[in-house]
């Protein structure tokens, strides 16, 4: 005669299950962690990029409705709200302010 035997439900995982889970997971972050450190920077020169861009092409309006360049600090440009209404950017990679070289037209330095 065969007896009915009852299993109990596992209750856990065993100890080469979690050894295995946790291996899993160091393998990921040891390959997903330098990505995202990297892309980081990327983004913050990426933004100094565009910001620099946006300078140039306000100080060349301004050039055009008033006469000259805008000063090398940039502050009478800055001040005014029909340029940059959210005030003077700063350099998001360094937190560095922006000048300007009415020269060449250009935002000096930022070359990251």
Same mark, same amino acid.
């Given at each position: 005669m =065969?007896?009915? /035997? !009852? /299993?109990?439900?596992?209750?856990?995982? +065993? =100890? &080469?299950?979690? &050894? *295995?889970?946790?291996? &899993?997971? $160091? @393998? @990921? #972050?040891? @390959?997903?962690?330098? !990505?995202?450190?990297?892309? +980081?920077?990327? #983004?913050? #020169?990426? +933004?100094c990029h565009i910001n620099t861009g946006n300078i140039e092409i306000q100080a060349a309006l301004w050039q055009r409705n008033k006469g000259s360049w805008p000063a090398a600090d940039l502050n009478d440009i800055f001040a005014d709200t029909k340029y940059f209404p959210d005030g003077a950017p700063v350099c998001p990679f360094d937190g560095s302010s922006y000048s300007?070289?009415?020269? *060449?037209?250009?935002?000096? $330095? /930022?070359t990251h």
């Open positions: =065969l007896r009915n /035997h !009852r /299993h109990r439900p596992r209750r856990g995982l +065993s =100890l &080469l299950e979690l &050894l *295995t889970v946790v291996l &899993l997971l $160091g @393998i @990921i #972050a040891v @390959i997903a962690v330098p !990505r995202f450190m990297g892309s +980081s920077d990327d #983004a913050k #020169a990426a +933004s300007f070289d009415a020269a *060449t037209g250009e935002v000096d $330095g /930022h």
